[in-house]
């Protein structure tokens, strides 16, 4: 009974680990799919890097997570970070600029 416990914990953490490795893969996902259907011209528009700039980063940082398979990984941690100052600030400044309202 003694050797239970660190067997079960060895599972929860491999299921952590399992849904930290998904959602960083859906995260990177969207924000490359997001990349690439928008338009070349909008992204100097807002101040930002240009659309082969953002493509190249998501996808070689997506690439690197696949690779390592891990999300706690240098290269898991930056894709993420990669991704979500995407999502953040550019994809908002990109629906703004297409909104033509601005924002709040």
């Known amino acids: 009974m003694a050797n239970a416990a660190p067997i079960f914990v060895f ?8 849904i930290l490795f998904v959602f960083a893969l859906i995260v990177q996902g969207v924000a490359l799919v997001h990349a690439v259907t928008q338009r070349s011209d909008a992204f100097p528009a807002i101040g930002t890097l240009p659309k082969g700039g953002w493509i190249a980063i998501l996808a070689v940082t997506l690439l690197l997570t696949l690779l390592t398979r891990s999300t706690l990984s240098i290269f898991g941690l930056i894709g993420v970070a ?3 100052i995407y999502l953040l600030d550019v994809r908002v ?8 309202r601005g924002s709040w």
């Open 93 to 100: 400044g990109l629906r703004d600029l297409g909104d033509n």
């Open 82 to 84: 990669a991704a979500l």
């Open 11 to 18: 599972d929860v953490r491999y299921v952590i680990e399992l």
